[in-house]
């Protein structure tokens, strides 16, 4: 009976909120479309742009502000020691650069 009862789904966390399906660059570029009469393959051009910016900026190191929804970053990662959660075994992790969001005020408070 308890090895049933270990089996069973986790429950929902409070206040947790059911995934969907995701908004896609193309949904988003389409919705761009409708909203500022363009052709769909406009806005998608655009929004492919704007994200080629952004990785242009982030590859410099400039912090990328989009007022109203937050800011990206680019952070440096020190080396660090790991473990090998298969063996136990202590591994040496390489430092690395990772995209950081910080969401805006604004943002949060819509949320």
Do not use: C, W, Y
């Not at 080629?52 to 970053?73: F, M, N, S």
């Not at 298969?86 to 604004?106: D, L, N, P, W, Y």
Request: a positive charge; aromatic letters at 0%.
């Amino acid at each position: 009976m308890a090895k049933a009862a270990a089996k069973a789904a986790p429950k929902a966390k409070a206040g947790a909120v059911k995934a969907s399906k995701p908004v896609t660059l193309k949904d988003l570029a389409n919705r761009l479309a409708e909203d500022h009469e363009l052709t769909k393959k406009q806005g998608q051009e655009m929004l492919t742009d704007l994200v080629g910016l952004i990785t242009k900026h982030l590859k410099k190191g400039e912090r990328v502000k989009i007022v109203g929804l937050g800011v990206l970053q680019v952070r440096k990662r020190a080396a660090r020691m790991g473990r090998n959660p298969m063996t136990g075994e202590q591994i040496h992790i390489k430092a690395k650069k990772k995209v950081a969001f910080r969401a805006s005020k604004e943002l949060k408070e819509a949320i």
